[in-house]
């Protein structure tokens, strides 16, 4: 991760407008919508838990379309955890699961599941986590945008906002100094047909991307992660950190 860093060398012909704008702009909607999504995340997620135990106990029951989705989404993502939950005598997630476990009648239990359904249902068309979060069980258009604008805390937010600062002084374009800092900088980071530097962690949403490219990767940008990083580029990477024009 790269920490903003500047110099006393620096100068350009421009300021970094549409990142600072980026910026002030998710720190806006994070201000907006953090207390309301803390305030709806424990609601949610207990209703999601209950679904899946409950499922995972009696996979008998009928499910609504939502609920099955959130379902098959947990098994394809979640399988060794899926296959504990299934077992009667798995750990208790809570008292709700301790309740569940004593009970025997099929249509209680029915009636339990159509009620996480309606609740599900109800949270989905309120919650702003599922409305504009991406959520691999039932994804949206909109929410391949509105998901880069939601934040889970203060240090999500912060981590997300660090960057680095440097001056380039030449036009755009592929054989740009800029465009030699961005194709390496994807390449030294890409996971691509190669041993993973720094893997992406179980709950990366790229994981459900349809794009190769980006599962592999680790990266959400397609370009160059299949390309080898220049072994020259962190010495030239060095330098412009350090306020040196040119590259060699």
Sequence with gaps: MLIPIRHENMEARRWPVITIGLIVLNTVIFLITNSAMEREAPEVGSTKVHIIVLAAAHPELNMSDQEQKLVDAFKQDYPAEWSRLQSPMHQLVDGWDAKMRLQEDRQQLQEEMDSLGAKYAELGATSIQEQYAFTPAHKRAITYLTANFLHGGWLHLIGNMWFLWLTIEDEAGAESR????????????????????????????GHHSDRERVRKSGLWNQNHVEEDCDPAFLDTLDRFVSGVSHVA
């Design 178 to 205: 800029r465009g030699y800092v961005e194709r390496n900088s994807i390449a030294l980071l890409s996971n691509f047909n190669k041993p993973a530097l720094d893997p992406p962690s179980q709950g990366w949403l």
